[in-house]
């Protein structure tokens, strides 16, 4: 969390993220309300602490329903504090989600699974312990480390094209991709030509 008095890159979109029209009718202001998972220490960095609008839509179009106000995720994902680990009851889906993956992909051990936002690799990790290869692509650096010391390979990196053709490049074509939770955090979901 970025704590100067510098405001933090903010953008308003004008298009649906979807369907890109212009037809989004506001339905639900919560005003002004600081960034989620960051904790602050002193009564002075409440004092400093940057707000945003969260203002919910609702596209006219599509039907889709979002929040039209952009954070940089680089101010949002370099430095962040959930650990999926955490979570006894994530830790248990885990286990069976990487277990009904493999047993109906009949996946061996040549084949790879990558998690985009793979955040601490507890997922991942429960798919090497049944003998996939995996790899991790998770854009926080401090958490980037924690799954790499769990023995998790992870490539500290926002997920796009460019990752995406590195990645196959450099351990081959993935037999799964995982998003938990990805596309909520994307500002832009049609794909670019980076």
Not at 86 to 113: C, E, F, G, M, P
């Amino acid at each position: 969390m970025n704590l100067s008095s510098k405001p933090m890159p903010h953008s308003k979109r004008a298009r649906c993220r979807v369907c890109d029209r212009g037809n989004q009718k506001l339905f639900l202001s919560l005003g002004p309300t600081p960034l989620a998972n960051s904790f602050l220490r002193s009564p002075e960095e409440f004092a400093r602490e940057q707000t945003y609008p969260l203002d919910v839509y609702f596209c006219e179009t599509c039907s889709l329903v979002q929040v039209l106000d952009v954070i940089d995720p680089e101010v949002l994902f370099r430095n962040y504090i959930y650990v999926t680990s955490t979570s006894d009851t994530i830790a248990l889906h885990n286990v069976a989600y990487a277990r009904a993956i493999v047993t109906k992909l009949k996946l061996a051990s040549s084949d790879l699974v990558v998690e985009v936002a793979s955040n601490d690799g507890s997922l991942l990790k429960c798919f090497s312990q049944l003998g996939v290869r995996t790899l991790g692509v998770e854009p926080a650096t401090n958490i980037a480390e924690m799954a790499r010391a769990q023995g998790i390979e992870t490539v500290n990196q926002f997920f796009n094209s460019t990752t995406a053709r590195h990645i196959r490049a450099k351990y081959g074509a993935a037999k799964v991709v995982i998003g938990n939770n990805v596309l909520a955090h994307v500002d832009e979901t049609q794909e670019s030509s980076d």
